[in-house]
């Protein structure tokens, strides 16, 4: 099991342990070695302790390194909050996605776990783990059925997308490709305009993929063709793509195939994404405006 943190050797204190030239005393049993013995001792105990856990800096790549940034904001019930959840959940077990890792060079990814949702909120659920096989995923995934779910306020695409990427600065391992996998269900309206962070990610060598949840609530402040809006204002860099999600029981396929294309590589068939040139550009900047009619409605009653 791959655990997060940071491994240290436990510190020696004089006060409570004294060393003469003939024994060493241990509670209130003394034990005498001489000095070679002593040392052989202790080359054993650390020939025989446990491997740092995977998230300790490694010379070792990873295929790819992926954050999945998953949004949480009040326009998501606790419905959709849990099938998303479950959909990554069930991802990580998936002996397909377990394939997927094992078909890479180097047979192992990392993958951090952010939560998102006004500028102000996100949160590093998972930080960074070592997948290198179907104990680690399944790990992985049973971490994530535990955590307790929540919801909170607004929709900043663009504060997610920076706290990804600054996720990168601790990554444990040289990685082939950085990838941010972002799943939302409406435009950005907060924040920086969201199109400064997708481009300040892009240029730092990073992918956004996306997920846009598009499941025609009635919500004053969704767009229909959230879709458009995440193929021409959030994701970029190489091959990147989005799978979107129209009903409940697509999530759990979708996050699965989304994983699967991230992890191999792969570019994704149509119709997961579109040319711009088809269809009118999106309006990127949709979001902030529509939330402040909103706001200025609501002010008026």
């Not at 399944?138 to 929709?155: G, I, M």
């Not at 990127?284 to 009653?301: H, K, P, S, V």
């Amino acid at each position: 099991m791959l655990l997060i943190g940071r491994a240290f050797w436990p510190k020696t204190r004089d006060r409570e342990r004294t060393i003469d030239r003939r024994r060493c005393r241990i509670g209130e049993r003394a034990i005498c070695f001489p000095i070679a013995q002593l040392a052989l001792a202790f080359a054993l105990v650390v020939m025989a302790a446990p491997r740092l856990p995977a998230h300790a800096e490694t010379t070792e790549p990873v295929d790819v390194a992926l954050v999945l940034a998953v949004d949480i904001s009040f326009s998501m019930t606790m419905r959709e909050l849990a099938l998303q959840r479950d959909g990554y959940v069930a991802a990580f077990r998936d002996p397909r996605v377990h394939a997927a890792i094992a078909a890479g060079p180097h047979q192992r990814i990392a993958v951090s776990y952010l939560e998102w949702a006004g500028a102000a909120t996100q949160e590093v659920i998972a930080p960074w783990r070592i997948i290198d096989g179907p104990d680690a995923a399944e790990a992985f995934a049973d971490f994530l059925a535990e955590q307790p779910l929540r919801r909170t306020r607004r929709t900043s695409i663009s504060a997610a997308l920076s706290a990804a990427s600054n996720l990168f600065e601790t990554l444990p391992a040289p990685a082939l490709r950085r990838v941010i996998d972002v799943s939302g269900d409406g435009p950005n309206n907060e924040g920086r305009i969201v199109t400064i962070a997708r481009n300040e990610t892009i240029d730092a060598g990073i992918t956004i993929n996306g997920l846009p949840i598009m499941l025609a609530r009635g919500d004053p402040l969704d767009i229909p063709d959230l879709d458009h809006y995440y193929i021409d204002c959030v994701i970029g860099g190489p091959g990147a793509f989005i799978v979107p999600v129209r009903a409940h029981d697509e999530f759990t396929e979708a996050i699965r195939r989304k994983l699967i294309l991230e992890i191999a590589d792969l570019a994704p068939p149509r119709p997961l994404i579109h040319r711009a040139g088809e269809r009118p550009g999106a309006d990127c900047l949709i979001g902030e405006r529509m939330f402040q009619e909103w706001r200025e409605r609501n002010r008026a009653r």
